[in-house]
């Protein structure tokens, strides 16, 4: 049995990869809702394993979390985590293990389960600065594109997978996931390309050696020099998991063509302020073996161009040495913000941007990885079919043990503080991610078996879309309508008057009246101001939000005491589809936007202004100290600019910031400070400034920190040095603990087809498809599609069709005469494959059968 949970786990990535390739998508949309959620984040290795048990949920009145607390601590090997799993010493191992011999050992421990999850990959980051070192004088040949796309045909993605991955991944070539619909839609242009880019160790070698020359580099008994040293290549290799295998293998093959490779091994906790927030001039490394995931069920993975190829990605200095082609940049950003008007159009600029990704190559696509998460089997909590248990915000109101209330529970990750926690643009680890998660809340949150939006915080959208574009509805929460015209009001703030610290209105911007693709207008509860709290005791209110869009703005103008130049991309290709904001009324909250973004989910277009930044939640009299301290050069929010400054990167949990922020504290409760008081005094009063740094003064005087958020867990205290991090259960959450509890497991449908296995030629053969979960008929409303493939003897495609639904349950696939006329006496095989509306993971079974005259 224990055996067979391993087979089902490799089976059903197989099935994925199957439909992948051969199926059509429902309307995509984005990975997470924008602007709440990053795309993606650095870190995890995961993907599919057998399904938990149906939960035992408390009947009780509790609110928040329904623990009392949570110990994070650091736990590299996965090996030991197993092993502490089995004793009790640890509940949860929140890394998605994709080493067939832990796996193995997983599915072996009685005393474990898994969550299974598809969103992990594993990619090749280049350093593009060059194509000398200014600090070393030494020569960089990926600098050079065509070096860096020479690196596809380098690689033998095969050998990757099967063999240093043991076979638990598929080669990627492309920055989709492969069990995804934006795969499946481009699925012609992409097998095209990963013919083209295949393994071919000799055309790498012609293209980077033409390509060494032409930078004056000489080969020299075979290897590599360049006035007269030898062409050195750092490869920064993760150590943690495969990816020290992977590392391995590209050095010998660069080796193999007359470089001279230095391994440089790393645990993340090491590497990470060499690559992501070091400055690439200084060449400490050229390739670093990097790892993400996909936090949540992707529905649009076009802004994944943005993301990983042009400076608006991120504000570390790595993606700020980005240098896309005005083509491809451009490309991307209409991808990212969605500057398209028909599904056409959409695709044709999904398959330019594929093939300038690969003449790019700032990054080489090794494999999807199929991974599983194991926790001990007590412990019920919801996961994503993607990001697992890592990457969904609902792990901390969802995590229990079964049938209790309270207690504690302890997690243990591969690394853990890696990076300093801030909300503006602190670290993105996914090890970092979590925890920041469970601190603070969204608007919206993902469903972790869709990816559709559900909301959160707010209570409802209506959703205005220009006539003729194709967009759809799935939850009642939103009401979609469609309208001729939209046009921006007047008086809808477009912009920010840094030097004023005003917004600037659409009559002041504009000459005429401007239209847009897309209204949105959110509705928030009519008591928000009355149930949400900070983690310190203060109320929620308007200036947060107010807040939040000042520094949308802010940071990327130069007139700004906080500029900060890694921002200004990733602002610019914001305001190419933002058009303007308006906020109707403050108490209750309604606001509406206006944009030329259009996702083809009605639910994932929704601009909520939740003051849920980039890298997490943040107040405004929090964040007012940030900006005090970076406004005297003291720290900075950004990576990029701490080390243009040489200033301290800002931490908001501890280390030498905390003391900057205390002081700065102590001028703000002195002067009685009101950030950006031109606009903000407007929602501030004097009292509630007072109250508000004084609320903040008694947190800090307690826990020592300056995080708070308004989600079902505190931060009571982080240890760097110890590697562990302390989550109190916030007592004044306003939400049921139950709130979440549909989400304890997915409804993947569980199929079994019924009928003749001896089917006469040229007659009619029916086939009953049987759909069940957890033992019940699955609702015919519930099932998108029910699709089947016809192979014949030769194992050729035949025919695809759609099954007729029966009933509840019950689906039949029909093969007419002419179609079984066609087929030649022999073992034929028909594959049916479920698409559910409940989970975004289809299933699949197949049935043999002979045709005979």
């Given at each position: 049995?224990?055996?067979?949970?391993?087979?089902?786990?490799?089976?059903?990535?197989?099935?994925?990869?199957?439909?992948?390739?051969?199926?059509?998508?429902?309307?995509?949309?984005?990975?997470?809702?924008?602007?709440?959620?990053?795309?993606?984040?650095?870190?995890?290795?995961?993907?599919?394993?057998?399904?938990?048990?149906?939960?035992?949920?408390?009947?009780?009145?509790?609110?928040?979390?329904?623990?009392?607390?949570?110990?994070?601590?650091?736990?590299?090997?996965?090996?030991?985590?197993?092993?502490?799993?089995?004793?009790?010493?640890?509940?949860?191992?929140?890394?998605?293990?994709?080493?067939?011999e832990v796996a193995a050992r997983v599915a072996e421990a009685s005393e474990l389960k898994t969550y299974s999850s598809s969103g992990s990959y594993n990619e090749l980051s280049f350093n593009p600065v060059g194509p000398v070192f200014e600090s070393t004088g030494k020569?960089?040949?990926?600098?050079?594109?065509?070096?860096?796309?020479?690196?596809?045909?380098?690689?033998?993605?095969q050998y990757v997978a099967q063999e240093l991955m043991g076979g638990l991944a598929i080669p990627r070539y492309v920055p989709f996931n492969t069990a995804s619909g934006d795969y499946a839609l481009m699925a012609d242009v992409i097998r095209a390309l990963e013919a083209q880019y295949a393994y071919n160790p000799e055309r790498a070698n012609e293209v980077i050696s033409a390509e060494m020359e032409a930078l004056g580099a000489t080969l020299v008994n075979g290897v590599w020099q360049y006035e007269g040293e030898p062409v050195?290549?750092?490869?920064?290799?993760?150590?943690?998991?495969?990816?020290?295998?992977?590392?391995?293998?590209?050095?010998?093959?660069?080796e193999s063509i007359g470089f001279t490779a230095i391994r440089d091994y790393k645990t993340a906790a090491e590497a990470s302020p060499i690559w992501i927030n070091?400055?690439?001039?200084?060449?400490l490394f050229h390739i670093y073996t990097g790892g993400w995931i996909s936090t949540a069920v992707p529905r649009d993975?076009?802004?994944?161009?943005?993301?990983?190829?042009?400076?608006?990605?991120?504000?570390?200095?790595?993606?700020?040495?980005?240098?896309?082609?005005?083509?491809?940049?451009?490309?991307?950003?209409?991808?990212?913000?969605?500057?398209?008007?028909?599904?056409?159009?959409?695709?044709?600029?999904?398959?330019?941007?594929?093939?300038?990704?690969?003449?790019?190559s700032v990054r080489v696509w090794l494999v999807d990885r199929l991974s599983v998460t194991p926790v001990r089997n007590e412990v019920d909590v919801a996961a994503d079919l993607y990001g697992s248990i890592a990457g969904t915000p609902l792990w901390a109101t969802t995590m229990q043990r079964e049938g209790e209330v309270g207690g504690e529970m302890r997690i243990a990750m591969p690394s853990i503080l890696t990076n300093p926690w801030n909300p503006i643009a602190g670290t993105n680890w996914i090890y970092d991610q979590m925890p920041i998660r469970g601190t603070g809340e969204f608007a919206t949150v993902p469903d972790p078996y869709t990816g559709l939006a559900l909301p959160n915080r707010i209570e409802r959208m209506e959703l205005v879309v220009e006539e003729g574009r194709p967009v759809g509805v799935t939850h009642d929460w939103v009401d979609?309508?469609?309208?001729?015209?939209?046009?921006?009001?007047?008086?809808?703030?477009?912009?920010?008057?840094?030097?004023?610290?005003?917004?600037?209105?659409?009559?002041?911007?504009?000459?005429?009246?401007?239209?847009?693709?897309?209204?949105s207008v959110v509705y928030y509860p009519a008591d928000l101001y009355d149930t949400v709290t900070w983690h310190d005791g203060s109320a929620f209110s308007a200036a947060d939000i107010v807040m939040a869009m000042i520094l949308t703005f802010d940071r990327a103008k130069e007139a700004s005491g906080i500029y900060d130049a890694s921002a200004v991309a990733g602002f610019d290709s914001f305001m190419a589809a933002f058009r303007g904001v308006k906020i109707l009324s403050t108490d209750p909250l309604v606001i509406e936007t206006y944009s030329d973004s259009l996702l083809l989910d009605a639910e994932q277009n929704v601009n909520a202004w939740w003051p849920y930044y980039a890298q997490g939640q943040g107040s405004w009299h929090a964040l007012a100290l940030g900006i005090l301290t970076e406004t005297a050069g003291e720290a900075t929010f950004s990576t990029a600019k701490s080390d243009e400054l040489q200033?301290?990167?800002?931490?908001?949990?501890?280390?030498?910031?905390?003391?900057?922020?205390?002081?700065?504290?102590?001028?703000?409760?002195?002067?009685?400070?009101?950030?950006?008081?031109?606009?903000?005094?407007?929602?501030?009063?004097?009292?509630?400034?007072?109250?508000?740094?004084?609320?903040?003064?008694?947190?800090?005087?307690?826990y020592g920190h300056f995080w708070i958020g308004t989600g079902v867990f505190y931060l009571e205290r982080a240890f760097p040095v110890e590697k562990t991090i302390v989550l109190q259960r916030y007592a004044d959450h306003p939400d049921a603990s139950d709130k979440w509890a549909r989400f304890s497991a997915p409804a993947i449908a569980e199929i079994e087809i019924d009928?003749?296995?001896?089917?006469?030629?040229?007659?009619?053969?029916?086939?009953?498809?049987?759909?069940?979960?957890?033992?019940?008929?699955?609702?015919?409303?519930?099932?998108?599609?029910v699709k089947y493939l016809l192979f014949d003897a030769t194992g050729a495609l035949a025919e695809v069709g759609t099954a007729e639904a029966i009933e509840d349950g019950l689906w039949q696939v029909t093969l007419s005469p002419e179609t079984t006329g066609a087929l030649e006496a022999g073992s034929n095989r028909i594959e049916v494959v479920v698409v559910s509306r409940l989970v975004a993971l289809p299933s699949f079974t197949d049935l043999q059968f002979v045709t005979a005259p």
């Open positions: 049995m224990q055996q067979k949970r391993l087979t089902i786990l490799i089976a059903l990535l197989v099935g994925l990869l199957v439909f992948a390739g051969c199926a059509q998508p429902a309307a995509p949309a984005v990975e997470a809702p924008a602007p709440e959620a990053p795309a993606a984040q650095p870190e995890a290795t995961a993907a599919p394993a057998e399904e938990p048990a149906e939960p035992t949920t408390p009947t009780t009145d509790r609110n928040g979390a329904w623990l009392d607390t949570v110990i994070i601590v650091e736990e590299p090997s996965a090996d030991a985590a197993v092993t502490r799993l089995q004793t009790g010493d640890i509940d949860i191992y929140a890394f998605q293990v994709s080493n067939r020569l960089n040949p990926f600098a050079v594109p065509a070096v860096r796309e020479a690196m596809n045909w380098l690689i033998d993605r050195e290549i750092s490869v920064l290799i993760r150590t943690e998991d495969e990816r020290r295998l992977v590392g391995d293998y590209v050095a010998t093959q660069l070091g400055n690439p001039g200084d060449g993975l076009g802004n994944n161009f943005a993301f990983f190829y042009t400076p608006s990605g991120l504000g570390s200095p790595l993606w700020q040495a980005y240098t896309p082609t005005e083509e491809f940049n451009s490309v991307a950003e209409q991808l990212d913000n969605q500057l398209y008007t028909t599904l056409e159009e959409r695709r044709d600029l999904m398959a330019q941007a594929l093939e300038l990704a690969f003449e790019d979609l309508q469609f309208e001729a015209s939209i046009e921006v009001p007047g008086d809808a703030w477009v912009d920010w008057d840094a030097e004023n610290q005003v917004f600037i209105t659409a009559d002041e911007a504009y000459d005429e009246p401007v239209t847009v693709a897309r209204k200033v301290e990167y800002m931490s908001m949990i501890a280390g030498p910031v905390i003391e900057m922020l205390a002081n700065q504290l102590d001028i703000a409760e002195d002067e009685g400070f009101i950030p950006y008081a031109p606009t903000l005094s407007n929602y501030i009063s004097a009292d509630e400034a007072a109250e508000r740094y004084a609320n903040l003064r008694a947190w800090y005087d307690q009928g003749s296995t001896r089917v006469t030629i040229g007659e009619e053969a029916t086939f009953d498809v049987f759909v069940d979960f957890a033992g019940e008929p699955y609702s015919m409303d519930d099932i998108s599609e």
